[in-house]
């Protein structure tokens, strides 16, 4: 299997003969390790001083140099977010021989050293994987040599792959022997709003390795599949909606899913608190009369999210947060329409004989936003809804 595995990976991976970027004239090269020790690791750092930091995982055929140049002329400006660019062993300036196993821990080591040496926030770190870059991105997101999945901002995948082998046939379901940086079984640990980016005309790696991997996923958000687009021309060709749709998801789209993911584990649990309490009779026990109209409150506050209207954030005392995530659109599939709530829905009579009833709860007519909903899991298999084809 080792010998396998040697072959697999001197077929596998093509570093570019000459390094891109030049260690002491040009861009900020910092050693997220040891230069001394067993694994040096080394990254390229675009600081322009953002809130955001996007740890970019290159694929192959290029290093760090390259990504680096379309960070610092195109991208930090287009989505507001710093770069930080590992470099693999056996690419740029990095020695060392390339091997699945060490690409993994160069990317844990800059993960490591944008939270523990900068001491960034995991929530400001979007993790982003291009081509062969989404093996170590999603072992980064999955947990992978750590003690659990880190709570990251975002995970974004272009071009992802599915495995090694899976490459030229993305239908194989045996696992064989020597086959690397498989996806395909890491993907469902992921525990970060995930936004899957593939050319549908792909000739390198296939649509359907984006595709398959979104239809695993448990956390992903609407992807954008781009028509006419291939391995290499997204950037080059359709730029401004790949730029548009990661942009937008950086900024709203991550923290709506957080939100949604929050408050379905917030009325999960009220759900079944409540079914405790109806078995243990209520009425008389003021701790548990206290805790039923607290559940009541929650449900109440959900038909309120039900109607999506943005003028109801007063009907309820809700952090701006939670409203936040409720009313956000993912992707730029988001259409602003007309909103008129019937007359017995936005008013709520009280009874006039008692007077210690509190004021009817109004809710005012206003605009809403079309509400993102996820895949449905009865959908023959194939099958993707509520994507963003274009």
């Known amino acids: ?5 040697g072959v697999v990976s001197g077929l596998v991976f093509r570093p570019p003969k000459k390094p891109t970027y030049d260690l002491k004239n040009g861009f900020k090269c910092v050693y997220t390790s040891s230069i001394e020790s067993k694994h040096p690791g080394l990254a390229i750092h675009v600081d322009l ?7 970019f995982l290159h694929g192959n055929a290029e290093d760090a140099g390259v990504v680096a140049k379309y960070f610092n002329d195109t991208l930090c400006s287009k989505l507001k977010v710093n770069g930080f660019i590992p470099e693999y062993p056996g690419y740029g300036h990095l020695p060392g021989t390339p091997t699945e196993s060490a690409v993994y821990t160069a990317a844990r080591q800059a993960y490591n050293y944008l939270t523990k040496e900068l001491d960034i926030d995991p929530m400001n770190i979007v993790v982003y994987g291009r081509s062969l870059g989404s093996a170590p991105a999603i ?3 999955s ?5 659990g999945p880190p709570q990251i901002r975002g995970l974004v995948l272009q071009s992802p792959i599915l495995s090694v082998y899976r490459a030229g046939h993305p239908n194989l379901s045996t696992l064989l022997i020597g086959d690397m940086f498989v996806n395909i079984d890491k993907i469902g640990l992921v525990q970060t709003p995930t936004l899957i980016i593939h050319g549908v005309d792909d000739d390198l790696v296939p649509f359907e390795h984006g595709r398959q991997l979104y239809e695993k996923s448990t956390w992903a958000v609407p992807p954008l599949f781009i028509k006419g687009a291939g391995h290499n021309n997204l950037e080059s060709h359709y730029g401004e909606i790949l730029n548009r749709t990661v942009r937008e998801f950086v900024v709203e789209g991550a923290l709506a899913l957080y939100e949604k993911k929050n408050f379905e ?3 999960e649990h009220a759900s079944s608190k409540l079914v405790k309490m109806r078995g243990k009779g209520v009425k008389g026990n003021k701790n548990i009369e206290a805790d039923l109209d607290e559940v009541n409150n929650q449900q109440d506050a959900h038909l309120q999210v039900e109607l999506i209207v943005s003028g109801s954030r007063s009907a309820h005392k809700t952090t701006r947060s939670f409203w936040s995530g409720m009313f956000a659109c993912t992707g730029s599939r988001q259409k602003r329409v007309d909103f008129q709530i019937p007359k017995e829905e936005s008013e709520e009579e009280t009874s006039p004989s008692n007077k210690s009833d509190k ?15 996820p895949r449905n899991p009865e959908e023959p298999k194939g099958v993707i809804s509520e994507v963003l084809l274009v």
Do not use: D, F
């Open 1 to 5: 299997q080792s010998l396998m595995g």
């Open 49 to 55: 001083q953002y809130e955001i930091t996007m740890l």
């Open 139 to 141: 072992h980064i997101a």
């Open 143 to 147: 947990g992978g040599g750590m003690r």
């Open 265 to 267: 584990a917030m009325e």
């Open 359 to 373: 004021k009817p709860k109004k809710v005012k007519n206003g605009k809403c936003y079309r509400k993102w909903t």
